[in-house]
């Protein structure tokens, strides 16, 4: 008889390490979303423009009209007294409606607070400006005579009513508003002390540097009450004019 032939499993074994099933890429992004140790990636950081951003054409209109309602108010507080002058007036003097100045200004009195502040604030930066255009090597004569003839501008020039309404409208601030005022003024006044201080060594000064500067400014201030261009006498003959009464040639 013939041996039987030897029989194989028809089932082969299987292998200890099964080969890693193909994953799909859809389920690979959702492995990688959901690993515990991912970190999102940190969104791009947007650049600020440089610098501060450009006024709307509403804001630059705003601006302008705030502008008109404090000239307009400058003048009629300058020629018809504080009293004497209505919103209504400032309103037509600036070509608004009536109400329209307590969008920029909640009372008369902080109009006339804000004609006299930020007319002081803008006389000072001028002043500051007129004493850097002069040359290193200036003179103490020199630099009071700028500072006279810009004085003489702020009291005179085209846009001169401020300083005329803090004059005479003084007692119609609030106190609180007088010292915001005066600390404006004291800075102002305050730069002509060195000027003033150096003449005095020189022995060109006619008086002791405070007393002189209350002259001077007393003197000053009053052109206002007297001095018309009709009468031909230019800004800059008037601070020739006034250097000469103040100082020693």
Partial sequence: MDSPMPRTSAIAPAPKNPPARPRSKAAASSSANSAPNATPAEPTPTRRPRGRPRKTAEELDDGNRRRKLMDGAAKLFRTQGFAATSTRDIAAAAGMHSGSPFYHFESKSALLYAVMSEGMTMAAQSQQQALDALPAQATPREQLHTLIRHHFEILLGPRSSFIPVMLYEWR????????????????YEATWMPVLEALAQQGALQAEPGVARLFIFGALNWAVQWFSPKKGKSLDALTDEALALFIRS
């Fill in 172 to 187: 119609s601030l609030t106190p609180a508003q007088r010292k915001g005022i005066a600390r404006i003024k004291d800075s």
